[in-house]
């Protein structure tokens, strides 16, 4: 898939000699795509990703892969903390409140395919930007269709429930940072079961030990 070459200044080398083991999916949250290439190579602003996809599936190439771009912040995920160093991140060019164009859909499909195999990045590695910033992130939301790249073999997403078990436990084991529990309880919602409501519930605890016990099945 080709790209279009719109360099950002905000990157730098990867740190300790790390590598692409992570990607990090987020939503701009800009009305327009221009505005977000505008943010994200605005030097005063110090944020940047590696992709920016349009809603009309452009490919925007901003930060060469092997450099580490300023998209993930703090955090952290499966206990390892600079994210940045450790990823590729992909800005999806929506506000955070409709679903995202099938297009668009494609676009992130095809790239991923080709991340995936060019860094030997697994599926259970594609994670959204809440999950390993639960205490201050949303993205890519709940409007995002997690189902359908798993289906694809970019994501995961197991299907049904699991025992109920502590939600602490199976957060932890899914790779969750320490967090609030409300946020924590959040950011799996808005990647696992987004039509989830409410307090805790044995629904939140079986899904996430379903989804716990898949990344475990994953990682053997």
């Not at 992130?108 to 809440?130: C, F, G, M, N």
């Not at 359908?148 to 957060?171: F, I, M, T, V």
């Not at 808005?190 to 379903?210: H, K, S, T, V, Y």
Request: net charge positive; with cysteine.
């Amino acid at each position: 898939m080709r790209a279009v070459w719109h360099p950002s200044p905000n990157f730098g080398p990867r740190r300790d000699g790390l590598q692409p083991e992570l990607v990090v999916l987020h939503y701009t949250g800009m009305k327009t795509t221009q505005a977000a290439l505008q943010r994200l190579c605005d030097p005063a602003f110090e944020v940047s990703a590696h992709y920016l996809i349009s809603p009309q599936g452009a490919l925007f190439l901003l930060v060469a892969e092997d450099q580490r771009a300023w998209h993930a912040g703090a955090g952290q995920w499966c206990g390892r903390s600079d994210v940045n160093s450790r990823s590729l991140g992909v800005e999806l060019a929506n506000r955070g409140d409709r679903p995202f164009s099938h297009v668009q859909m494609i676009a992130l499909e095809t790239l991923l395919r080709q991340i995936l195999e060019r860094w030997r990045i697994a599926p259970v590695d594609v994670i959204a930007h809440s999950d390993m910033a639960p205490d201050r992130k949303e993205d890519p939301g709940a409007r995002f269709d997690w189902r359908r790249l798993a289906l694809q073999g970019l994501a995961l997403w197991p299907e049904g429930l699991g025992q109920d078990r502590p939600l602490r436990d199976s957060l932890d084991a899914i790779g969750y940072p320490d967090a609030a529990p409300d946020k924590r309880l959040q950011a799996f919602r808005l990647r696992f079961r987004p039509w989830g409501q409410g307090p805790e519930c044995a629904q939140d605890r079986m899904r996430a030990a379903a989804v716990a016990d898949g990344i475990i099945a994953a990682r053997r």
